[in-house]
Nanobody, 115 residues
Framework: QVQLVESGGGLVQPGGSLRLSCAVS????????MGWYRQAPGKQRELVAR???????SYADSVKGRFTISRDNGKRTVYLQMNSLKPEDTAAYYCNRDPNPFGTWGQGTQVTVSS
């Protein structure tokens, strides 16, 4: 059974940084493309960054140049380095496979950007 455990969120001032981690278990990790998603209150979940099994990265326009996704296949973990955070980045952040998310989601990690 796939388990996804996100961590690293918190309260940060505008312009600050956070590094999110997502530990994956219960499945082969290295062969899958992975993504970071976020969901703000009252909005649909959106994909903000993805990394292929081979390490190719892509980003939503809203985070391009500020966020960096990476992965460590040995640790079965995907990371999201978030810099120059803005209030509009406030959301719950989740990781999952992309495309075709696993049938389960983790609990997410809350990121709040506020002064």
């Amino acid at each position: 059974q796939v388990q996804l455990v996100e961590s690293g969120g918190g309260l940060v001032q505008p312009g600050g940084s956070l590094r999110l981690s997502c530990a994956v278990s219960g499945t082969i990790f290295s062969i899958f493309d992975m993504g970071w998603y976020r969901q703000a209150p009252g909005k649909q979940r959106e994909l903000v960054a993805r990394i292929s099994s081979g390490g190719r990265m892509s980003y939503a326009d809203s985070v391009k140049g500020r966020f960096t996704i990476s992965r460590d296949n040995g640790k079965r973990t995907v990371y999201l380095q978030m810099n120059s955070l803005k209030p509009e980045d406030t959301a719950a952040y989740y990781c999952n496979r992309d495309p075709n998310p696993f049938g389960t989601w983790g609990q997410g990690t809350q990121v709040t950007v506020s002064s």
